[in-house]
């Protein structure tokens, strides 16, 4: 009987423990249950905010759908130049909650921002006297550049001994909109040796006027309200920003170049005394022939106008032949004819 009765409260305990296990595990189940409903009504408020000098511009599903849209918006302002694409803006990619906004997709998201960032890449710019003149995609395509200026005043055949620029030329790293950039070497050689005006930023000045700021930059008045519509007729504004348009001088290049010349060298004359003739009677026995003299200049040339000529040297390459010319030093015709009688 004891037995029997033990074993019914061990199969009662047993009862119990499965009763608490299935209790836990269906409490378990409920909790997983309500964990998974908070995540996926999460996922649901948060997407991908791409910010864009701080400011949210648009609302993307997640980080790979941004990391994507800034790829392609790289990729189409970098029109298949070489240098590294970057934002002229500050581009920011965060989690954030929609709170009613549109999450769009990655081609709408495209069409957005397309307006609101400027892609940069890097170039090389060919700087004159601190000014930039022209930018090329690379540095190698800006040298090559400045090697065919050089090259535009030399003619096939020259002596050259020496080639530089008159101003300073140097070959900065920049990055600048893919518009900006030229490719061609020809464009970029006409725009080097062509005068041009260069457009700039100019900052208004406490009690300046419009003629004045023309005549610094040597423009017409209303060279200056062409470029700027709405300053005529109204005072300007300390800190306005102007653009003014500059003469710029185009790239000079000083080449030193060898050459030659044939000088004539006049015959001297040779005068013979006779005095089986006449006193001042004169007879060219022999016409004289000029000869010739190789002289070696130093010429330097501005682009393609010479400045100054320097002689470096002569040597005679054909003697002068003299011409020979018998002087009558007898007595005279009327003397002659005066001893006769």
Sequence with gaps: M?????????????????RAYRAALLLSLILILILTSILLAGRGRFARAIKINGKVAVLVR?????DEVRKRLLKAG????????SFKEQWEDVSWPVEGREVLPIGKALDVLGSQVTVLVGAAAIEVDGQEAVVLETKGLADAVLREVKRKYISEGDVVLDVKFRQDVRVAEVARPAAEILTEIGTAVEQ???SRTTPKTYVVKQGEYPWQIAQQHGMSVAGLYSLNPGVKGRYL???EKLTVAAPATPLTVVTVKEQTT???L???????????????????VREGQAGKKKVWHRVVYENDRAIRTEPIKGVEIEKPVPKVVMVGTGPAAEERSGSAD
């Design 237 to 239: 504004v300390i800190g």
């Design 262 to 264: 044939i000088k004539e």
């Design 192 to 194: 080097l040796t062509a």
């Design 266 to 284: 006049p015959p001297e004359t040779q005068e013979i005394p006779r005095d089986s003739l006449p006193r001042g009677e004169r007879q060219v």
């Design 2 to 18: 004891r037995e029997r009765e033990s074993r019914d409260r061990r199969y009662e305990r047993l009862q119990a423990a499965l």
């Design 62 to 66: 997640n980080k790979a759908a941004a």
């Design 78 to 85: 970098k029109d298949n130049l070489p240098g590294q694409a």
